[in-house]
């Protein structure tokens, strides 16, 4: 079992800057495939990005080449660097671990209790 605290949410106007951490406390870290996922208001949870064992990356297309996902298998730690941010980024952002490289939420067993992001115009 591995217990997942967000931080570093909050307001931002567009074009701002973000850096989302999850920190990890339980199990082995680096066993871990880590993700960030977002819900807005009214709309389902999605996927944003992941990050492999060895540091491999995915993003979904609405956030690629402005987010960044990292991890700091020394510090029990995942970030989420979040540049040119845009008012559809709004959302409270969720981080996840698990097993596999995907996209599914399901497929994530753990999960963080959230923190809100909201990027105004």
């Known amino acids: 079992q591995v217990q997942l605290v967000e931080s570093g949410g909050g307001l931002v106007q567009a074009g701002g800057s973000l850096r989302l951490s999850c920190a990890a406390s339980?199990?082995?870290?680096?066993?871990?495939?880590l993700g960030w996922f977002r819900q807005a208001p009214g709309k389902e949870r999605e996927f944003v990005t992941t990050?492999?064992?060895?540091?491999?990356?995915y993003y979904a297309d609405s956030v690629k080449g402005r987010f960044t996902i990292s991890r700091d298998n020394a510090k029990n730690t995942v970030y989420l660097q979040m540049n040119s941010l845009k008012p559809e980024d709004t959302a409270v952002y969720y981080c996840?671990?698990?097993?596999?490289?995907?996209?599914?939420?399901?497929?994530?067993?753990?999960w963080g209790q959230g923190t809100q992001v909201t990027v105004t115009s």
């Open positions: 990050i492999s064992y060895s540091g491999a990356t």
């Open positions: 339980g199990r082995t870290f680096s066993n871990y495939v």
């Open positions: 996840a671990a698990g097993w596999a490289v995907v996209r599914t939420s399901r497929e994530y067993p753990y």
